[in-house]
């Protein structure tokens, strides 16, 4: 009897990394690089799109509004759903969406066909970056989450650094609605591949049968993760963190820079130093803070930097090129302490609810980047009408975001620690 039950267990305790998970996550990882580039194309198509099609600026405002606010609203469903389904049920299904809205928003020929596109997208893009983080963790094991996640946003930031001058080549060759077809295309084979390859590691049964039942127990697995204290300081920690970054990596970076009297080019190239030093950063802070068996000290020293190198880009007058382009570096570099945010929600949550935990603290930084994105806008208008200009105007206009950073470095001295080899019992 004993050895029959040895055998079933055996059978049935999952086998973790090797080939096999690897094959997993390179497809949920390839799936990422598939929606960023969608979603960087937009930013660089939108005017064609607008020229074809007949749409006005503000409905390309509206467009795009749509897209972040289905995405942001999806988004905390879609790690309580990975949790519930595994990812075998849920990812082909998403890469499949992505396609479909690709298909959509490149054969569009009005206004309402772009916000079903767009609508789309959203939903199949919700469970893309929370997805990759969900098989790491779950192929690779929970002592590895926080690398794998990391490895991730390698991939992410370094996919976002220079995709945006691979569109703008093929745009010199192709027209937009044929890039995207392109893409969509790509696509199709994307999803093909994960309907073969996709699995969980062990069978992943779901507790309700019904719709109903199905969205109540959704419902209540991203409530009960909500409302952990320090998934919550985990989560607006990576909001403030990140949210500067996608304030200045997508929007007003290269406004500071060239305050500093530094031309146009050198400006967008320092700007993608912040890209390329969250990508390096990425691939060392979560292994350093697994080392360590500390998320607390690496948000500390992180945040630290960050606030140290924007107030040198800020306060240090007539910087030149190369003094901006490291500062920006190292700020990217710094700012990859925002991914133990996910190890931090990770560490106190159950392995089951791994996926609720990554979305809440996903979704925060979603929605509070775009908040702090358009935070700077209004105060260079005001600055404008005080007379300030030039790097005083700056200064100025990014008041928000370094009052953000002081209240992250607050966060980082709140916090518990919860990394698992110093926090035995965390979990609820």
Do not use: H
């Given at each position: 009897?004993?050895?029959?039950?040895?055998?079933?267990?055996?059978?049935?305790?999952?086998?973790?990394?090797?080939?096999?998970?690897?094959?997993?996550?390179?497809?949920?990882?390839?799936?990422?690089?598939?929606?960023?580039?969608?979603?960087?194309?937009y930013a660089i198509v939108n005017s064609s799109m607008q020229a074809s099609t007949g749409v006005t600026v503000a409905q390309v405002g509206i467009i795009a509004a749509t897209y972040t606010w289905v995405f942001a609203f999806c988004q905390f469903y879609g790690g309580a759903i990975l949790d519930q389904l595994g990812a075998r049920r849920v990812l082909?299904?998403?890469?499949?969406?992505?396609?479909?809205?690709?298909?959509?928003?490149?054969?569009?020929?009005?206004?309402?066909?772009l916000l079903l596109s767009q609508t789309v997208l959203a939903i199949g893009s919700c469970t893309g970056f929370v997805g990759a983080g969900y098989v790491g963790g779950k192929w690779f094991g929970m002592a590895k989450f926080g690398v794998m996640f990391g490895l991730v946003q390698v991939v992410a930031a370094a996919t976002?650094?220079?995709?945006?001058?691979?569109?703008?080549?093929?745009?010199?060759?192709?027209?937009?609605?044929?890039?995207?077809?392109?893409?969509?295309?790509?696509?199709?084979?994307?999803?093909?591949i994960a309907f073969l390859f996709v699995r969980d590691p062990e069978p992943v049964h779901?507790?309700?049968?019904?719709?109903?039942?199905?969205?109540?127990s959704?419902?209540?697995?991203?409530?009960?993760?909500?409302k952990n204290v320090q998934v919550l300081i985990a989560s607006a920690y990576g909001a403030a963190t990140f949210g500067a970054m996608l304030a200045l990596g997508v929007i007003w970076a290269p406004k500071i820079v060239m305050a500093h009297g530094i031309e146009a080019g050198t400006a967008y190239l320092a700007t993608s130093m912040l890209w390329i030093g969250l990508a390096v950063g990425s691939a060392i802070v979560p292994s350093w803070s697994e080392r360590n068996h500390s998320r607390k000290l690496p948000n500390m020293i992180g945040t630290a930097v960050q606030l140290a190198s924007l107030a040198a880009l800020l306060y240090i007058p007539n910087l030149g090129?190369?003094?901006?382009?490291?500062?920006?570096?190292i700020f990217g570099f710094a700012n990859a302490s925002h991914m133990l945010a996910f190890s931090g929600a990770a560490d106190v949550v159950p392995v089951?609810?791994?996926?609720?935990?990554?979305?809440?603290?996903?979704?925060?930084?979603?929605?509070?980047?775009?908040?702090?994105?358009?935070?700077?806008?209004?105060?260079?208008?005001?600055?404008?009408?005080?007379?300030?200009?030039?790097?005083?105007?700056?200064?100025?206009?990014?008041?928000?975001?370094?009052?953000?950073?002081?209240?992250?470095?607050?966060?980082?001295?709140v916090m518990k620690e919860t990394h698992p080899a110093k926090n035995k019992g965390a979990k609820e």
């Open positions: 009897m004993s050895t029959v039950n040895n055998a079933d267990m055996a059978r049935t305790e999952p086998k973790l990394g090797g080939a096999n998970a690897w094959l997993v996550w390179v497809i949920a990882t390839t799936f990422v690089v598939f929606l960023f580039s969608i979603q960087t194309g082909p299904i998403s890469v499949a969406l992505v396609t479909a809205g690709t298909f959509l928003f490149a054969n569009a020929s009005g206004f309402g066909m976002s650094s220079f995709s945006q001058n691979l569109i703008g080549m093929a745009l010199d060759v192709v027209d937009w609605r044929a890039l995207f077809n392109y893409v969509g295309f790509f696509g199709i084979g994307l999803t093909a779901p507790e309700a049968k019904s719709f109903g039942a199905f969205f109540v959704v419902t209540k697995a991203l409530l009960s993760v909500a090129g190369i003094a901006c382009i490291a500062l920006l570096f089951e609810k791994i996926g609720t935990s990554a979305a809440v603290a996903n979704g925060s930084m979603f929605i509070f980047g775009g908040i702090l994105m358009g935070m700077p806008g209004a105060r260079f208008g005001e600055a404008a009408e005080m007379g300030l200009e030039g790097i005083g105007a700056s200064q100025f206009a990014m008041l928000p975001i370094t009052v953000v950073l002081v209240a992250a470095l607050v966060l980082t001295v």
